[in-house]
C-alpha cells in the first residue's frame, strides 16, 4: 500500500499532509504556495512519496451547504484531476473529504501544544495541522469502515 496525501486547499497557501505507509497515521509535512508552480510540486511529492491516493478538503458550511470556498476547492479539484490523468499519475485516486471544523481544530491544538503566540499568527503552520487533521480523519474513518 502506498501513502495518502491529504491536502488543505487555499487560495494562497496548500497545507499538505502525508500518512505513514500503512495510512494509519498522519504526519503535517508542509505549505506549498498556490501559484503557477504548485501542480509539478504535488506530482514531484507524489512520485517521492509513493502516493496512491489523494484526499483533498472539501469545505462545506455547518449545514452541509456549498460555500465561495466549496466552489474553489472544486475547480481545484479539477485542475488536479486533469493534471494527474497522465503517466505515471493516472492510477493516483482523488477524493473529497468533509473538512468542517478542521481549522478551529487545528488552531485549538496549536494553542493546546503550547506554541507561543508569534508562531501561531503563521498561517502555515495552520495549514499544515488542518491538512494533519482532515488526513487523520479520513484515515480513521477507513480503519472503521474499510469499504470506503
Do not use: C
Amino acid at each position: 500500500m502506498g501513502k495518502i496525501l491529504g491536502i488543505d486547499h487555499g487560495s494562497v497557501r496548500i497545507g499538505i499532509a502525508l500518512s505513514d505507509d500503512s495510512a494509519l497515521i498522519a504526519f503535517g509535512r508542509e505549505v506549498i504556495l498556490n501559484d503557477k508552480n504548485f501542480i509539478g510540486k504535488l506530482k514531484k511529492i507524489v512520485s517521492d512519496e509513493n502516493v496512491t491516493q489523494i484526499i483533498i478538503g472539501y469545505p462545506l458550511s455547518l449545514k452541509g451547504n456549498k460555500t465561495k470556498q466549496t466552489e474553489a476547492v472544486e475547480s481545484f479539484e479539477d485542475l488536479l484531476r486533469s493534471s494527474f490523468a497522465i503517466t505515471p499519475f493516472e492510477n493516483i485516486t482523488i477524493t473529497r473529504w468533509d473538512e468542517r471544523f478542521t481549522s478551529k481544530m487545528a488552531a485549538d491544538s496549536l494553542i493546546e501544544s503550547g506554541m507561543k503566540k508569534k508562531k501561531r499568527r503563521d498561517k502555515s503552520n495552520l495549514d499544515i495541522v488542518s491538512a494533519s487533521l482532515m488526513l487523520q480523519s479520513y484515515l480513521d474513518s477507513i480503519k472503521a469502515n474499510p469499504d470506503l
